[in-house]
Structure formats: structure tokens, C-alpha cells
């Protein structure tokens, strides 16, 4: 059985998600602390004025502008899902609450359900929502309903069936596209992580201020852990003791028995470089990818669809022509079901295995490039090998795909190719400092392409990461026109500075 570990990390304004299953990467991603959106998220608010003419209040919520509650108070989500059944068991769509007696000066939580929009502020409900992976968890509306995607009429009465097994008389739940791939256990356990988040935000609710955030969607670490800490997850390595406190009352939201472990790793280095995770990150900008036995894949992606080609590479086998071919084939679907699923690519997919003779063994084949993808969250669906040896598939992309954040097209090769992005090369900077520190080294001279150390000196957040973690130690830039933009020249031993030289920290 596969062991998965998760490993959080966040610096310089930027958190980041990994998965591992023994050691190799099958997941991850990365964003800005502040991502900027509202949505979902739920605040202390305070009623500002109420019209009754429009069957409307607005609520200060510490928002630049004042939030806007409406009188026909909808269920969340109602125009995604049908199928429902009110509490005392009529179909349709469920009652919707009437506007509630409210008074100027009344404390209320609120949870925003519609973005500001220029001088109109945000909409918001009374009554909130939680949304997991499989389950969406309304705790004040005796509401069941079932996601319109799911089509087939007695799944969707069995889903109804086991929701209200699960949840009390006065809760609600909608059952997500997810939610028939679940077992009943997993459904049960992501049930009471949302409501014990629930209660959570009622307790903080009772000492907060006006104005007050008290919960958000937008924790990158929550929304991994609540889809994923079920599946097998072995253990959790954070980068920071920030973040651990963050994630330790995460983790007291899980039934115990969900629960892991919650390590910290502290050894004054960058983690996920000291782990050997950048480096296979770092590997997904390149079209080449290394199989275990000395074959190779190349991934291309064009405007139409992405092909993939197997070569053999150093691997000649120890057996006939056919078993070492068939061997390849085999190790490289498993590592096409893992890079397609890491780098994000959707859309159609052509794979130019390498020819095989037996008719067994390319039935075989296919039947392991499915099994492979049937791990992949996106849906997948795989055709029969042709004639020539390809075989097609399509997998619908979820997102942006992880190289947007890395790379960029190239200016040396009029974009023919691409380059990393300064932000991503100044990433590998900072591990390589923090090495070097770690190390013993007291002072450093960095020289590196003009415009990066530019970028640098513009990052405020990193600037304070490096003077804060590196202190102690003298750190220079010397910038150079000529230097390519991923080249880093360090120094720690008999060393000039420059005139036009940086001091970093």
C-alpha cells in the first residue's frame, strides 16, 4: 500500500501543498496567502440600516463597503442543485427562510455569498454554508438535495437516503459529483469535520469584534487536508511553527481516528529543498521525464492536444525484445497517469508507446494506463490502442495548469521555449542562502542577471524573510547584464564588493 505523505510550507507571502507517496510527488500546489476573494468567507457584522421597501438590511462587516442582505433569503447553492426534499418530505426545492426580524445595532454572522462589485458592496446570507469535497453541510436548513450531475434517478433517492442518515433533523446537505465515490465512512467523517467547523465559528463568534473574519475557504492547507487526510494520508511536515499552530486546530476538527500526526521540520534550511521536493517540482518545466529503469517520456503540448512519446532510453532488458518493451510500457503508464495529473494537463492526450507484438499485452497495457488514471480526481476516459500503437485519452483539466506560476515564454529564443519566472528563481535563491547559512557561511556575494536581482529588491516579503532567517550573516547582489536570468554565481570565501552590489541583509 502506497504511504502519502502532505507537506505545507509558506514564505514570502506564498503557501504551499504537496503530496508524496513514498518519497515521489503525485500532487501540489501553490498560491498567495491572500488570494484576494471574499466568497464564502463569514464575519461578526453589525446591522447598519434596515429598508423595508426593498425587504433589505446592510450589514457593516469591516468590508470597504457596507454588505447587502436580502429579505429573500436563498439557499446557497439552489440554482447548481436539485433533486431535494424539504424537512417534512415535500420535493422541490426546499423552503426558503423568511427575512429575519432584525433591528439596527443587532451583532449577526454573516457569510458572503456575491463578490463586491464596484461601488455595490457584497451580498451576503444569514445563513452560512461549509463546502467539502464531497459534502456541501448547511446547518440551519432541513434541506437534502443532489448534484444536477448525477443523472441516474435511484442513485440519487440512494444518495438522498444516506444523507439523511447522516445529519440531524434541522440540518441540511447537498451531495456533490464526489459524493458517490465515497464510502459511507468517509462521508460520515467529512460530515462532522464541517460541523465541528461550524461550531468553531460560533464559539470564535461570541468573543469576536464587528467586523471580525471567522472563517474562510481560502487556507490552502484546510481545503487539502479536508479533501485528501482520509485517503491514506500517513503524515503531515510543515515548514514554519506558524503554521503548525494553524494546522494542529485544523486537525482537532477530524474525527480521531482521521487524525496524523503533525511534524515540524525546523533545521534552519528551506524544506522542501532539503527534502528533494523543489527539485522534482522544478523537473516539470522540462518535457523530458526519467523512468526508474533508464527509459524516458517526452510530454509536448500543442494547440490541439498534448502527445506523449515512450523511448527505452539506457533500458535494454534482461529478457526478449518483447518483455523489455512491454516492461517499459508498463512503467510509463503509471508515470503518464502521474505527470498529466501533476502538471495539470486536460484536454486530449496521445501516447506513441513503443510496438509491441502480442495482442495480450497490449490489451494488458490499456487496461494499466485505466487503472492509472482512475486515481485522478478530473475524469479521464481511455480508447483502445490503434493500429500504429497509440493510444488516445482525454482528461478535463481542472484549473491552471502549474506551469503558469513557473515559467514564462523565453525572450533568448523569441519564445519558442520558456524560462523560469523571476519570482520562481528567486525561490531557489532564498534555499540556496538559507544552505549556505546553515552551513556556516557568514558572507555571501550572489552574482545573477540585473533584472532578477531587480525583482529581488522589489519583494519586500522576501527581503524581510532573508534578513530575518539570515541574521547574522552579510548578504550581497551584484547584478549583471549579461548573466542569463536562471544564473546564480555564489561566493562565500575571498570576495570583493562591487560599487553597484546589493546588500541583501
Known amino acids: 500500500m502506497s504511504r502519502k505523505t502532505l507537506y505545507f510550507d509558506s514564505c514570502c507571502g ?3 501543498a504537496i503530496a508524496a507517496e513514498n518519497g515521489k510527488l503525485t500532487e501540489f500546489g501553490f498560491e498567495r496567502t491572500e488570494r484576494g476573494t471574499v466568497i464564502g468567507n463569514i464575519y461578526k457584522g453589525r446591522v447598519e440600516s434596515i429598508l423595508q421597501g426593498m425587504q433589505a438590511a446592510f450589514i457593516d462587516c469591516g468590508l470597504a463597503r457596507n454588505c447587502y442582505l436580502s429579505a429573500e433569503s436563498e439557499l446557497p447553492d439552489a440554482e447548481k442543485y436539485y433533486g431535494a426534499r ?5 420535493d422541490g426545492a426546499g423552503a426558503m427562510g423568511a427575512f429575519p426580524n432584525l433591528k439596527v445595532g443587532d451583532e449577526v454572522m454573516v457569510q458572503v455569498v456575491k463578490a463586491p462589485i464596484g461601488k455595490k458592496g457584497a451580498k451576503v446570507t444569514l445563513k452560512p454554508s461549509f463546502v467539502g469535497n464531497s459534502l456541501i453541510y448547511m446547518p440551519e436548513i432541513p434541506f437534502v438535495g443532489v448534484s444536477r450531475k448525477i443523472a441516474d434517478e435511484e442513485l440519487r433517492r440512494n444518495l438522498v437516503f444516506c444523507a439523511e442518515r447522516i445529519k440531524k433533523p434541522w440540518e441540511g446537505l447537498i451531495l456533490r459529483t464526489a459524493a458517490p465515490y465515497a464510502e459511507r465512512s468517509r462521508l460520515v467523517d467529512e460530515y462532522s469535520y464541517l460541523k465541528n467547523t461550524y461550531a468553531g465559528v460560533k464559539r470564535a463568534f461570541e468573543s469576536a469584534k464587528v467586523g471580525d473574519l471567522l472563517h474562510t475557504d481560502s487556507f490552502l492547507p484546510a481545503r487539502v487536508m479536508r479533501d485528501t487526510l482520509a485517503n491514506e494520508v500517513e503524515g503531515i511536515v510543515v515548514g514554519t511553527r506558524e503554521l503548525k499552530e494553524k494546522i ?10 482521521t487524525r496524523r500526526p503533525v511534524i515540524l521540520h525546523d533545521t534552519g534550511r528551506d524544506m522542501l529543498d532539503e527534502l528533494g521536493i523543489s527539485r522534482q517540482i522544478s523537473e516539470l518545466a522540462f518535457p523530458r521525464v526519467e523512468l526508474d529503469n533508464g527509459a524516458y517520456l517526452i510530454i509536448e503540448k500543442t494547440e490541439a492536444l498534448t502527445v506523449i512519446d515512450v523511448n527505452t532510453g539506457k533500458f535494454i532488458g534482461d529478457d526478449s525484445l518483447e518483455q523489455t518493451v512491454y516492461y517499459t510500457n508498463i512503467l ?14 486536460g484536454g486530449i492526450v496521445v501516447v506513441d508507446f513503443i510496438d509491441m507484438q502480442s495482442g495480450a499485452h497490449r490489451s494488458a497495457l490499456v487496461e494499466e494506463l485505466e487503472r492509472a488514471l482512475a486515481a485522478d480526481k478530473a475524469k479521464c476516459t481511455v480508447s483502445a490502442m490503434s493500429q500504429f500503437g497509440l493510444v488516445e485519452f482525454t482528461r478535463k483539466r481542472t484549473g491552471t495548469t ?8 523565453c525572450r533568448y529564443c523569441r519564445e519558442a521555449g520558456h524560462t523560469l519566472k523571476e519570482e520562481y528563481i528567486l525561490f531557489g535563491l532564498r534555499a540556496r542562502l538559507l544552505e549556505l547559512v546553515a552551513d556556516g557561511a557568514t558572507a555571501i556575494r550572489v552574482d545573477m542577471n540585473a533584472d532578477v536581482l ?11 524573510d532573508l534578513r530575518t532567517r539570515c541574521r547574522g550573516a552579510k548578504i550581497y547582489g551584484v547584478p549583471h547584464r549579461t548573466y542569463h536570468e536562471e544564473q546564480l554565481n555564489f561566493r562565500t570565501a575571498e570576495f570583493e564588493i ?3 552590489a546589493f546588500q541583501i541583509t
Do not use: C, W, Y
Open 498 to 500: 562591487p560599487k553597484e
Open 248 to 257: 494542529d486546530g485544523i486537525m482537532n476538527l477530524f474525527p480521531p481516528r
Open 332 to 345: 510509463a503508464a503509471r508515470e503518464i497517469a502521474r505527470q498529466v495529473r501533476l502538471r495539470n494537463i
Open 14 to 16: 506564498f503557501i504551499s
Open 402 to 409: 502549474p506551469l503558469a506560476h513557473m515559467v514564462k515564454p
Open 454 to 464: 531587480a525583482r529581488l529588491t522589489e519583494f519586500g516579503a522576501m527581503l524581510a
Open 86 to 90: 424539504s424537512a417534512d418530505g415535500a
